[in-house]
């Protein structure tokens, strides 16, 4: 499984960006499917994601900012980054998990740098 992270770049303060993840397989193979964000110096941490099929959840720190979606067609799961703040700063991951029997199974995309800055 391969997942191409997209969308990540320099924004000011307020301003929104759209991250996208394109999966090589079917995504609703995957039990959760979303996005961790990790920060300088610290640990990577759930922003948004897909659970238990349509169920989503999100990091206090961004609920009612962030919207998590996804097109099953095009195999592609977004994070629609609105009201940006200074310390959403972080590289953006987008992850899936499935369940192989007897663990689970974790896939990474190669992270997309976001930046809030004036």
């Known amino acids: 499984v391969q997942l191409q992270a997209c969308g990540g770049g320099l924004v000011q303060p307020g301003g929104s960006l759209r991250l996208s993840c394109a999966a090589s397989e079917r995504i609703f193979r995957f039990n959760n499917m979303g996005w961790y964000r990790q920060a300088p110096g610290k640990q990577r941490e759930l922003v948004a994601a897909?659970?238990?099929?349509?169920?989503?959840t999100y990091a206090d720190s961004v609920k009612g900012r962030f919207t998590i979606s996804r097109d099953n067609a095009k195999n592609t799961v977004y994070l629609q980054m609105n009201s940006l703040k200074p310390e959403d700063t972080a590289v953006y991951f987008c992850?899936?998990?499935?369940?192989?029997?007897?663990?689970?199974?974790?896939?990474w995309g190669q992270g997309t740098q976001v930046t809030v800055s004036s």
């Open positions: 897909f659970t238990s099929g349509d169920r989503t």
């Open positions: 992850n899936a998990e499935e369940w192989g029997g007897s663990n689970w199974i974790n896939y």
